[in-house]
């Protein structure tokens, strides 16, 4: 791998040369491809007769970093610098700089006097606006790139290499671009589909809502709702929980919906655990945290739950509040019935002596009336929660 990478990086630097020099032509298309291949990109297509067929926008979904560039191996096309600054960098990994800083309309704009121009090469846009493994979800699509014509092409993008993951999470372009050059091979497959009309009276929300579930029956994935910017806020709590819990190998010890998993092709519900594994080491770090929190709940149990909700505070909500049954662990609890209730769960926590920080001391019977009751099974739950959180 470091031996294929060495030398990669150095053809590289002339594939680099060779399309700089060449102007944009079949010729230079069919060159820059072959070299691609000595570089272990192997770009495949199915249905090249549907390519271009007087469409001016092209519409894909994103996977890599570098989409783009395998597209205008097989077709002539340019794609707009949406992020980072422009410059040397920006022109070099093949996007067109419009110069443009402002809002989305001001972008709309441009991209609509570009497309007017005859001369042009048709635009690629990747609604999404952010990259996926492409094996199990697609995001949901921006509108902005359906306001400029009323006729786009499909393009569904599959990419699959051996040994490493494709689009790994928060990776740059540049840690992409050295992993695609270690393992052997990677190969893009493209495959061109019908264009899309824009039908009467229809809005750009619903324009894009269509076009991303035929791409996604395409593909053989789910159209999701979840939005870049839901990714974000997504990775920066991954990275929050990672630096509260250092030893959880890869985890996420916080909670994952199951449209999350199925963006980054995790299973909704946890596999079984074998034994030594990274899930397993994960598990269990959380089952600990549980277990301080509620020292009176059979571990076993907790880890149950947490094989199912994958999330700590949803685990605590759903053993203090009854919906998971247990036999407290405590000789005071031993002889009563499995809690169905939120007051039997309060009970069993309350004979165990759960040690929880609160402003008052936690008593071990109950309280005479039920709004005390109920006051005081807020005020553990409160603690807990912040408890569980720190």
């Given amino acids: ?38 570089l272990g990109l192997l770009v495949r297509q199915s249905d090249p007769r549907l390519r271009g067929a007087g469409t001016r926008v092209f519409i894909a979904n994103h996977v890599t970093p570098f989409d783009h560039n395998v597209v205008s191996l097989l077709t002539s096309c340019n794609t707009p610098a949406l992020s980072g600054a422009p410059g040397f960098i920006c022109w070099s990994r093949g996007f067109m700089e419009l110069g ?15 497309s ?18 492409g094996r199990a979800g697609l995001l949901r699509f921006s509108s902005w790139p359906f306001s400029i014509l009323d006729e786009v092409q499909p393009v569904a993008l599959q990419v ?34 019908p264009s899309v009309p824009r039908r009467a009276d229809e809005r750009s929300e619903d324009f894009a809502l269509r076009v991303q579930e035929l791409l996604a029956m395409e593909l053989g994935v789910v159209s999701t709702r979840i939005t870049a910017a839901d990714r974000s806020e997504h990775m920066k709590r991954l990275r929050h929980t990672a630096q509260r819990l250092p030893f959880a190998p890869g985890g996420d010890p916080g909670c994952r919906t199951s449209a999350w998993a199925l963006l980054w092709g995790g ?34 149990v907790i880890r149950t739950d947490l094989v199912q909700t994958n999330c700590v505070d949803t685990t605590i909500a759903n053993l203090l509040e009854g919906r998971v049954p247990f036999f407290p662990e405590s000789k005071e609890a031993g002889d009563l019935p499995a809690p169905s209730t939120s007051q039997a769960a309060a009970a069993s926590g309350i004979q165990g002596s759960v040690a929880a920080p609160s402003s008052k001391p ?27 959180r720190r």
Avoid at 100 to 114: M, Q
Avoid at 122 to 133: I, M, R, S, V, W
Avoid at 275 to 287: F, I, L, Q, S, T
């Fill in 362 to 388: 936690a008593t071990k019977q109950f309280a005479k009336s039920p709004v005390e009751r109920h006051l005081s099974l807020q005020e553990r739950k409160r603690a807990l929660y912040d408890y569980a």
């Fill in 267 to 300: 299973s909704l519900v946890p596999p079984s655990l074998p034994g030594g594994a990274p899930e397993d080491v994960r598990v269990v770090v959380m089952a600990q945290q549980v277990k301080e929190v509620l020292p009176h709940v059979p571990l076993e």
């Fill in 100 to 114: 443009v800083t402002g809002s989305r309309a001001e972008l709309v704009d441009s991209l609509k006097e570009y």
């Fill in 116 to 133: 007017a121009q005859q001369g042009n090469p048709p635009l690629l846009l990747f609604p999404e606006e952010a990259a996926t493994n």
């Fill in 160 to 193: 699959r290499r051996p040994l490493v993951a494709v689009s790994v999470a928060d990776s740059s372009w540049i840690t992409e671009l050295l992993w695609t050059f270690f393992v052997p091979f990677t190969v893009y497959q493209v495959r061109w589909m």
């Fill in 1 to 38: 791998g470091l031996c294929l990478l060495v030398l990669r990086v150095f053809i590289g630097v002339h594939v680099f040369l060779v399309s700089c020099a060449l102007p944009d032509s079949v010729v230079r298309r069919f060159i820059v491809r072959v070299m691609c291949s000595v």
